[in-house]
């Protein structure tokens, strides 16, 4: 009967966990509409999660600049 503390407080760790549930991105940031950093996840246009980088700037813009691409 030693283990029986540690086996309730992982049944009461899992408990806890469905009851409180988890809402869809409580544990990470949504992604960003637009890129503004090396890293972030980022929506592509056709639906799947992109990944922003680093670029090179086109004539006229203010660097930093970034792109939404794809992870794969």
Known sequence: M?????????????????????????????PQAACRETGALCQLGGGPLGVCERVSCAAGEEAPCFRCTPQH
């Open 2 to 30: 030693k283990h029986m503390p540690a086996r309730r407080f992982a049944l009461l760790g899992v408990l806890g966990l469905a009851l409180t549930g988890c809402e869809p991105g409580a544990l990470s940031e949504p």
